[in-house]
Nanobody, 126 residues
Framework: QVQLVESGGGRVQAGGSLRLSCAVSGLTLDKYAMAWFRQAPGKDREFVAG????????YYGGSVEGRFSISRDNARNLVYLQMNSLKPEDTADYYC???????????????????WGQGTQVAVSS
């Protein structure tokens, strides 16, 4: 059974940092591209960051470029999202997702992802 379990969410003041983790089990992580998406109240889910199967290539949504960093540890079956300089508009539920892909490019489309976690909440106060 495949499981993706996010952790590390919480409340933080604007300008602060959080690191989200995604623990993956039930699949061979180095055969999957990974991504973080987020969904704010009343808004559509959006792509935040992606990393290809090897970790060599990373991609970011425009609103987080330069502030967030995605990384992975295939040996430990973990994926991370380091979030710095947080803003109130970063408030959302954050989801980890896995895409069976060993390509260079990581998809930004939700429909490409095979497995999803339950999400972790991030709240940024001004």
């Amino acid at each position: 059974q495949v499981q993706l379990v996010e952790s590390g969410g919480g409340r933080v003041q604007a300008g602060g940092s959080l690191r989200l983790s995604c623990a993956v089990s039930g699949l061979t992580l180095d055969k999957y591209a990974m991504a973080w998406f987020r969904q704010a109240p009343g808004k559509d889910r959006e792509f935040v960051a992606g990393i290809n199967y090897s970790g060599a290539m990373t991609y970011y949504g425009g609103s987080v470029e330069g502030r967030f960093s995605i990384s992975r540890d295939n040996a430990r079956n973990l994926v991370y999202l380091q979030m710095n300089s947080l803003k109130p508009e970063d408030t959302a539920d954050y989801y980890c997702a896995a895409d069976r892909s060993v390509g260079i490019v990581t998809s930004r489309r939700q429909s490409e992802y095979d497995y999803w976690g339950q999400g972790t909440q991030v709240a940024v106060s001004s």
